[in-house]
């Protein structure tokens, strides 16, 4: 999917059209013709050409069995998730892809703060399916949970603020705004101090508990390390503390973090004195 390539397509009405999809997600699958002309504002068959225009470039899905309506692609919800992000003064430029996963699309941006990436959630059905056994969502289609899981990690980000995490600017539709770090993932390189990467690692682990956040998700993919330190990436999985299974899901963070460094590194921890020693520490 070429971002900036689909956004310089766009014109105004098309803009007008993807955002009255947007903004009807959470009411229907497919959107009904009728109800995007009318929140549009643009008569029926203009709305029709538009979207069969924007379903050929794969930005929107079109419905004809039952009732005419339309829905987002993940580029579609992409798409004007950074127009919202531009429209706001957030993002002046976007660049370059720099990765994608089965959860996420990143690309390097300038942002009003500079240098920085956007991050745009994709849930797809294992991913459905596995937030959905976390959490009830009801009904949801797949894009109202991927801006869900945008705006879980966006508030997690905030939370942890001046913490050994990326700095979260803003948070439109699908899309985390955040500030750019030059590192590598732990599981990609060979640090020359692993005994203090650790236990750093487990004192920030516990700095998140004092302030009520649980990664949900903590391995070497989520830890970029470089020359000056270490940051914990990927919140869309993150949960409060006191959601149902939090401890379970702190478990299995330090689990994954401690069977890292004793399979690479042959240090030992025991898992029941890191655990009481992060419950312990909150409030202190």
């Keep these: 999917m070429d971002l900036p390539s689909l956004y310089s397509k766009i014109g105004k009405n098309s803009w007008k059209i993807l955002g009255a999809i947007f903004r009807n997600l959470w009411n229907y699958k497919y959107v009904p013709l009728n109800v995007i002309s009318d929140s549009a504002k643009i008569n029926e068959e203009k709305t029709r050409r538009i979207l069969k225009a924007l379903g050929d470039e794969?930005?929107?899905?079109?419905?004809?069995?039952?009732?005419?309506?339309?829905?987002?692609?993940?580029a579609g919800l992409s798409l004007y998730s950074l127009h919202l992000l531009a429209e706001s003064g957030q993002v002046k430029a976007i660049g370059k892809k720099m990765g994608e996963g089965k959860e996420s699309l990143v690309y390097n941006c300038i942002s009003k703060q500079g240098e920085a990436v956007i991050k745009f959630h994709k849930l797809g059905y294992q991913s459905f399916?596995?937030?959905?056994?976390?959490?009830?969502y009801g009904n949801l289609n797949f894009l109202v949970l991927s801006i869900r899981s945008a705006k879980r990690e966006f508030s997690a980000l905030r939370r942890l603020r001046g913490l050994a995490v990326p700095e979260a600017y803003a948070w439109e539709g699908n899309a985390v705004l955040m500030q750019l770090i030059d590192a590598k993932e732990l599981f990609k390189v060979r640090v020359d101090n692993p005994e203090e990467l650790l236990d750093s690692i487990l004192e920030e682990v516990a700095k998140f508990y004092r302030r009520g956040v649980v990664h949900g998700d903590l391995s070497p993919f989520n830890v970029l390390v470089n020359e000056s330190g270490f940051w914990i990436i990927d919140f869309p999985q993150s949960l409060e503390v006191g959601e149902d299974n939090w401890k379970e899901i702190l478990l299995r963070d330090l689990e994954n973090l401690l069977k890292y460094f004793s399979r690479t590194y042959r240090i030992e921890r025991d898992m029941n004195s890191a655990i009481e020693k992060i419950i312990s520490d909150r409030g202190n």
Excluded: H, M
């Excluded at 930005?59 to 004809?64: G, R």
């Excluded at 399916?129 to 009830?136: A, F, G, L, Q, Y």
């Design 58 to 74: 794969g930005i929107v899905l079109n419905k004809f069995t039952e009732y005419e309506g339309a829905t987002l692609t993940f």
């Design 129 to 136: 399916k596995k937030v959905v056994e976390k959490r009830d």
